[in-house]
């Protein structure tokens, strides 16, 4: 198990009491890892204090608002590659059966995508597997990044930790185009209504072609593929 993975997938998940309480253990985990630089841990505090001190209410609502009503902050991979095409439903069943491969059984209403589960799956893998998975969202997780910045969220931290964590670079161009579509405001919920109207996911065999992102097909392609040698996880300073 690769804890630093875990932890940063409790803290994208809902908040919760159990997990506001076992921030003490969650710090200490990611610093006897190691995997992360001390600069990043520290830039993990604001978000770690604010499990500690904030009311639940108010975290859970700060949630809601970012992940849940706002489109461009969706917490589902396949959500900025694919949209609502029925591409996505097909993807996230190769997905899922990838994670069943590695004996992760997701919740009956737990979606693959969802960001907090993908980290659950790296946490499952080798050091080196992990990595290489990782690399494929890498422009995705990196937008979300950008626009968390902007509203000066302390969620951004997570998304830049999973960045250092990457054995590759973040594309750019990649990045640029992601970030082309307008931040949308989960306040107006006339906005939110509309964005989200066509939100249902056909979860299951595809009648179109998955043709429609290339980059998704090609995460899945590569993550169902095994690294031919083992890993071994490397401290960073």
């Known amino acids: 198990m690769i804890a630093t993975f875990k932890v940063l997938s409790l803290l994208l998940n809902y908040p919760t ?6 921030i003490p253990e969650l710090r200490e985990a990611l610093e006897k890892e190691d995997l992360l630089p001390s600069k990043v841990r ?8 604010s499990y500690e001190e904030t009311d639940i209410y108010d975290l859970q609502e700060e949630y809601v608002l970012l992940f849940d009503r706002t489109k461009t ?3 589902h991979l396949f959500e900025h590659v694919h949209g609502e095409s029925r591409d996505r439903g097909q993807a996230m069943v190769n997905l899922k059966e990838v994670y069943e491969e590695k004996g992760l059984d997701l919740a009956t209403n737990e979606l693959p995508d969802f960001v907090p589960a993908f980290l659950e799956f790296l946490a499952m893998s080798s050091w080196e597997d992990a990595q290489e998975h990782l690399n494929h969202p890498l422009h995705v997780l990196a937008s ?5 910045i902007e509203k000066e969220s302390p969620y951004a931290a997570v998304f830049a930790a999973l960045e250092t964590l990457a054995s590759e670079k973040v594309n750019a161009a990649e990045v640029e185009e ?15 209504d509309k964005a989200w109207e066509d939100a249902a996911v056909e979860f299951g065999p595809s009648s179109a072609p998955d043709e429609g992102c290339s980059k998704a097909s090609d995460m899945l392609r590569r993550m169902e593929m095994d690294p031919q ?3 071994q996880a490397q401290s960073r300073d």
Not at 144 to 148: D, S
Request: aromatic residues 0%.
């Open 73 to 75: 902050l969706s917490l």
């Open 17 to 22: 009491r159990e997990i506001c309480t076992g």
């Open 178 to 192: 992601l970030l082309k579509v307008p931040t949308d405001d989960p306040n107006d919920l006339e906005e939110v």
């Open 42 to 49: 520290r830039a993990l505090e604001p978000l770690l204090r």
């Open 144 to 148: 979300i990044k950008e626009r968390l």
């Open 229 to 231: 040698s083992p890993a």
